[in-house]
């Protein structure tokens, strides 16, 4: 999806830019793109709550990094990491619009929960966004999931069952998988058995990864806020209002 995604951020890039907004040409992908922090990362009070991005390997990227850096302009994340303590850090500019995927309705989305496909009809999300999560189906079967501050993989599962007076310990197993992508394949290849997956995710799966086609969904999650575009915390209220204004513009 690279040439997709650049040519999103194209477009809001000139739209900030028309605001007289210094956003950057291109997108940050690695650490080495972004500036480095002498002596790491700090927050208001300090203290080091990330490592200076030119200490990381080059060619991977350390997202809390990313969230957490003093020049960020503009980003997306997740409400897990969002609860646990990167919402201190930065403010919130808007969310995303899931029409077009089931399983979502404005700035909402749900997970669908998936297992290996067996023929059965697979199961249509629920019209009022309420969750659907199949007991039975599910009770110990191995679960996968893409990592531990994910609320669409685990956070939203885990409090969906919750309120049905369920917990994760109706699976035999738990592992983390690394990523959506990597869960879908996992039960492909039959070393897990469920999964929670966003139902973005799960539609580009469906468009890129061939192991979906041996995978269906059974349940879906309630529906939730999506993952936000966020920006530093000082990065002046002025912009933030300017780029508020674009985001929502462009839809």
Known sequence: MRDEIDAQWARLRDAFRQKGIDAPQTIARVNA????????????????????????????????????????????????????????????????????????????YSSAIVMRADGAPSARSP?????????????????TFNNSDSMSGLVGLTRDLEAMGESLDMFSERSES???RASIVAIAEGRADVAAIDCLSWALAQRFEPAA???????????RKG????????????????????????G
């Open 33 to 108: 793109d972004l500036r480095p922090v002498e002596g790491g990362i700090r927050d208001a009070a300090g203290k080091v709550i990330a490592p200076d991005p030119a200490t990381l390997p080059p060619d991977e990227l350390d997202f809390h990094g990313l969230w957490l850096h003093p020049a960020l302009l503009f980003a997306q994340t997740c409400w897990g990491p969002m609860e646990i303590g990167l919402s201190e850090h930065v403010q919130v500019i808007g969310q995303p619009n899931y029409d077009a995927f089931e399983g979502g309705q404005g700035e909402l």
């Open 213 to 223: 086609r041996q995978v269906k969904v059974v349940g879906w999650t309630r529906r």
């Open 127 to 143: 019209d009022d966004g309420s969750p659907l999560v199949p007991l039975d189906l599910l009770r110990g079967m191995r679960f």
């Open 227 to 250: 993952l936000p575009f966020i920006t530093a915390r000082t990065t002046p209220e002025k912009i933030v209002a300017a780029m508020r204004e674009a985001v929502a513009a462009a």
């Open 178 to 180: 690394g990523g959506h």
